[in-house]
């Protein structure tokens, strides 16, 4: 980022506002000392975004296949499914399957609208196809 004309752009900014307010209700000054002011605060916060470095995607965290925590997510009904599929996913991945990304929430929302045999038999089909995988 050029230091200059970060500096000039906050000086830019500070005395177009500043004109902005003191002309008042004068709007054929206010408004075009305004639009300035905002088009130079835009500039800056584009080149303060152009110089950030965000963060690298977090993997997400692995569970564990605790049969405690299956049992559990089974007797939870609808709202420990999201457990169970997202163990799935982890096993998939686990695998080979290493660029299988994570069920979406509309998926999600699909699935946990479903009736318990109809999610029983995902769970079978899910647990099928890993299980060909070894």
């Not at 980022?1 to 500043?18: D, P």
């Not at 686990?94 to 069920?103: D, E, I, L, M, Q």
């Not at 998926?107 to 299980?131: C, D, G, I, S, W």
Request: glycine letters at 6%; aromatic letters at 2%.
């Amino acid at each position: 980022m050029n230091a200059a004309l970060t500096i000039l752009l906050c000086i830019v900014a500070l005395v177009a506002s500043g004109l902005a307010i003191a002309a008042g209700s004068n709007a054929a000054t206010a408004l075009p000392m305004a639009a300035v002011a905002v088009i130079a605060g835009a500039l800056l916060l584009g080149m303060i975004v152009e110089q950030t470095r965000w963060p690298p995607q977090r993997p997400l965290p692995t569970l564990p296949a605790d049969p405690a925590r299956v049992r559990s997510s089974l007797g939870a009904g609808e709202h420990g499914r999201p457990a169970l599929v997202h163990l799935l996913d982890t096993l998939d991945r686990s695998g080979g399957n290493a660029h299988r990304p994570n069920t979406t929430i509309e998926e999600m929302a699909r699935l946990k609208a479903l009736r318990p045999e109809e999610f029983r038999q995902y769970l079978e089909t899910r647990v099928n196809a890993l299980e060909q995988q070894v």
